[in-house]
């Protein structure tokens, strides 16, 4: 087919739908005119649920239809009309599933077998009646006839997880086992798959999916829990990214994963210490660790973790409660563990304390090029009633006390210094960072970040973000002060936050 004129594709996904194709005129014209491939990525750019509806239009839109190389199909886009997600009762939650599956079935039948490569096919779904055992069978039986390049599970559970009981997670669990044991074909194929909610009374589940699903690229875990909490190794030629969120596995060893490049553990607060080690990971670029640290929490000690690693990014999230990373002197073991750093993101840090601790990363981690935090209280998503603070142990002292035993140090490779929510208590850790950090290029210095949930709240302190352009000329002075640096200092609100600083917001 030869090149087609740029300008004929002006049209967004957003601008397109069934009933816009169905209408007599220029439009209606416009489309009919274009080539196949052209429309066809048109139709991939929209929700499968309007790029189905297209078929009622014509054969040629039946045809094209069922020649989509991507396919989305979630059950939350079947929402009835009228509704919102937020709303939605279990006879509508049962409706949409079973809408899910009846779509995913009938765009898997009606394709050539052979005839067009499948790019992409992501399923979500609710984990309810028959609808995953179909849903499995429908992509187990197009994997069998079609060439899927990317095949994706998400499993929802209809409680979510603040929700769920003990018993529902039992019931999720068991569930999950009939769906994974009926539909072995699909499993097999997939490259991506989330699960939540889940409790597995079978000891070696976790083994029988690493097995079985031997293609998979992508696990994740969400509020999931084994019935023994015994020392799990995960062993898997392919995964490349990895994720448990507030699981309840025992001890999680990564011991052979040759091709694992990222990896998150959130929420570890059933375990007095990270139930969390590396084995054969030599591919392990970015780590991220979140969690809530009560008092009877241990600290985590980075230089053994990560010391047969080589890490490049590195996201700790505070949770706005006790810090529970352990500030290490410079030895030839913690300079090691650091050496391939480049990247350190520190979130959720809590308000009022001295920062000092931080600078044990910049000593350590001599390649460092990018330094965030994200120093905040977050009122509605934190415990704030003292009586149930001091039950569940919370700690009233959150910081951690560090002294350099070489204050005068100097970092030749950190360019850039992001910190959210500035104060001005915060001016003399600034200056101790553009102090250490000779070849330092930009430091910025962003306003309270705020939240929709909680603005109504009066902030638990008063913010001394500088508000005017002569006050920030003041600061920017007393920042610089003494100190021979050529960084170029910003002071930003939150409408100002841009996109790749933004994404470090754990």
């Not at 509704?83 to 009846?102: C, G, T």
């Not at 909490?229 to 030629?237: G, Q, V």
């Not at 390649?367 to 935090?373: G, K, N």
Request: aromatic content about 8%.
């Amino acid at each position: 087919m030869g090149k087609h004129n740029s300008r004929q594709v002006l049209l967004r996904p957003w601008q397109i739908n069934a009933g816009a194709m169905g209408k007599k005129g220029n439009r209606d014209d416009r489309l009919s005119a274009l080539p196949d491939d052209i429309l066809v990525n048109i139709l991939d750019r929209l929700d499968v649920p309007e790029a189905a509806r297209t078929s009622i239009l014509s054969k040629r839109w039946i045809r094209l239809s069922s020649e989509l190389s991507h396919l989305r199909i979630n059950a939350k886009d079947f929402v009835p009309e009228g509704l919102s997600n937020a709303i939605i009762s279990v006879d509508d939650l049962v409706q949409m599933n079973a809408a899910a599956a009846e779509v995913t079935k009938s765009m898997l039948t009606r394709r050539v077998p052979g005839e067009h490569t499948i790019r992409l096919l992501s399923t979500s779904f609710y984990l309810r009646d028959a609808v995953p055992i179909s849903i499995g069978h429908a992509v187990g039986n197009a994997m069998a006839t079609h060439k899927i390049e990317k095949a994706e599970f998400t499993v929802l559970t209809q409680k979510a997880r603040q929700q769920a009981t003990v018993d529902d997670i039992i019931n999720y669990g068991a569930q999950f086992l009939s769906f994974f044991n009926e539909c072995q074909v699909a499993f097999s194929g997939l490259t991506r798959l989330y699960l939540q909610n889940l409790k597995f009374a079978e000891s070696g589940m976790l083994s029988n999916i690493l097995v079985t699903c031997k293609k998979l690229t992508y696990l994740g875990f969400q509020n999931c829990e084994t019935e023994s909490w015994m020392a799990i190794k995960f062993e898997h030629a392919q995964l490349a990214e990895l994720s448990f969120e507030d699981c309840r596995f025992g001890k999680v060893e990564l011991k052979w994963l040759p091709r694992l490049t990222r990896t998150k553990f959130a929420f570890w607060m059933t375990y007095k210490n990270l139930p969390l080690s590396f084995g054969h990971v030599p591919l392990l670029e970015a780590v991220t660790l979140i969690t809530i640290a009560l008092s009877w929490h241990e600290m985590v000690e980075l230089s053994t973790l990560l010391f047969e690693t080589s890490v490049r990014e590195l996201h700790l999230g505070f949770r706005y409660e006790k810090i529970w990373l352990q500030p290490e002197c410079l030895t030839r073991r913690v300079a090691y563990a650091f050496h391939r750093l480049r990247i350190v993101n520190l979130d959720t840090i809590p308000e009022g304390y001295d920062l000092t601790w931080t600078m044990f990363i910049l000593e350590a981690a001599a390649l460092l090029e990018e330094l965030c935090m994200t120093v905040m209280d977050h009122p509605c998503e934190m415990t704030m009633d003292k009586e149930e603070r001091s039950q569940e142990l919370y700690s009233e002292k959150k910081g951690v006390e560090w002294e350099s035993p070489t204050p005068n140090f100097k970092h030749y490779h950190l360019t850039k210094l992001i910190i959210f929510c500035f104060e001005s208590c915060m001016i003399s850790h600034v200056r101790r960072v553009m102090k250490a950090a000779v070849n330092l290029k930009d430091v910025y210095l962003y306003d309270r970040v705020t939240c929709r949930l909680c603005q109504h709240l009066k902030p638990l302190r008063p913010t001394t973000f500088p508000p005017s352009k002569k006050h920030r000329c003041s600061m920017r002075k007393h920042l610089t002060q003494d100190i021979q640096s050529h960084a170029r200092i910003r002071f930003l609100s939150c409408a100002e936050i841009r996109a790749d600083h933004a994404a470090m917001i754990l």
